[in-house]
């Protein structure tokens, strides 16, 4: 089986603890996403990244830091500077976006609660 | 300053009718408009797209308008049914911008039987 997953499905912390996001895809796809989403709203971009070692800041990455050492991986860690944490996490790849396509394609999500 | 706006939050539709979900925008930059589905505590899911050189995009039940001097894009679905229920988001993308995707809020879908 393939494509994106993210693991866990549900997670629990502690207010004042930084916690990590797994992101891994199989596509061999270079660019990836991280994005939020709160009821009632619409995804917020909090990171991407369309190159190995390389990432750029998106509307909402404070509190939050990234990396991608692999290809494969874009783990995204929710510091304790993150002041409303609680949400629900989503990871996507972009196909082929130097040929004017833009849809990007989502893992199963992460629901990060935090008390 | 919301730059892709649905300002239906819900909208209720009759199961073998069409719904019409509307999304505007403010940028004319943007090129390109996706609609996703989203079921609860699951990743959206990409049903179609339209690139600003074309006006009507067609894919089995799903059809996407876009009025560029209008700044407007709608997604019908014909015939309704009742695995449409979800949430429907707008998404849209402006050359040159990295292929960021800006979204609009989102409008839920209740497909009555």
């Known amino acids: ?115 | 300053d919301q730059q892709v706006k649905q300002n239906s939050p819900s909208l209720s539709v009759q199961e073998g009718r069409i719904s019409i979900l509307n999304c505007d925008y403010t940028n004319s930059m943007f090129d390109y408009f996706l609609w996703y589905k989203k079921y609860p505590a699951e990743g959206p899911t990409f049903l179609i797209s339209i690139s600003s050189i074309k006006d009507k995009n067609e894919d089995g039940r799903f059809t996407v308008f876009l009025n560029k001097s209008a700044k407007h894009l709608s997604l019908h679905i014909v015939p309704s049914q009742p695995g449409d229920s979800a949430v429907y988001f707008c998404a849209a993308s402006a050359r040159g911008s990295n292929y960021q995707l800006i979204w609009g809020a989102g409008t839920k879908l209740i497909i009555k039987p």
């Open chain 1, 1 to 115: 089986d393939g494509g994106i997953t993210q693991s866990p499905k549900y997670l629990f912390r502690k207010e004042g603890q930084n916690v990590t996001l797994s992101c891994e895809q199989n596509l061999n796809h270079d660019a990836m996403y991280w994005y939020r989403q709160d009821p009632g709203q619409g995804l917020r971009l909090i990171y991407y990244s369309q190159i190995v070692n390389d990432f750029q800041k998106g509307d909402i990455a404070e509190g939050y830091s990234v990396s991608r050492e692999k290809k494969e991986s874009f783990p995204l860690t929710v510091t304790s500077a993150q002041k409303n944490p609680t949400a629900f996490y989503l990871c996507a790849i972009s196909i082929d976006p130097g040929n004017n396509r833009y849809e990007q394609y989502f893992g199963p999500g992460t629901r990060l609660t935090v008390t």
